[in-house]
């Protein structure tokens, strides 16, 4: 069984970077597609950014050339850096690996929040 945690949200100014970490109990780099997701208020949650089994990446457009996702096999745990953001990238962030099962793990999410 996986469980992820996330940290390394917070408040930032536009601008600004953060960079959030998702640590897994279990082994997650033969996971199919792991990445992160975020939900704003009022709006439906959508994916950020992920990684494929075969380290192909997928951005959101919005995203493109600001955010990073990697991982690092050795200390199991997928990053997201985030560069210049902005306010509208405002929202809770969740860590999502999904195993060759096609079952998927959910993070408790992390809130990032950027000021104008």
């Known amino acids: 069984q996986v469980q992820l945690v996330e940290s390394g949200g917070g408040l930032v100014q536009a601008g600004g970077s953060l960079r959030l970490s998702c640590a897994a109990s279990?082994?997650?780099?033969?996971?199919?597609?792991m990445g992160w997701y975020r939900q704003a208020p009022g709006k439906q949650r959508e994916l950020v950014a992920a990684?494929?089994?075969?380290?192909?990446?997928n951005y959101a457009d919005s995203v493109k050339g600001r955010f990073t996702v990697s991982r690092d096999n050795a200390k199991n745990t997928v990053y997201l850096q985030m560069n210049s953001l902005k306010p509208e990238d405002t929202a809770v962030y969740y860590c999502?690996?999904?195993?060759?099962?096609?079952?998927?793990?959910w993070g408790q999410g992390t809130q990032v929040t950027v000021s104008s």
């Open positions: 279990g082994i997650i780099f033969s996971a199919n597609r």
């Open positions: 990684l494929t089994s075969g380290h192909t990446t």
């Open positions: 999502n690996v999904v195993l060759a099962s096609g079952y998927p793990y």
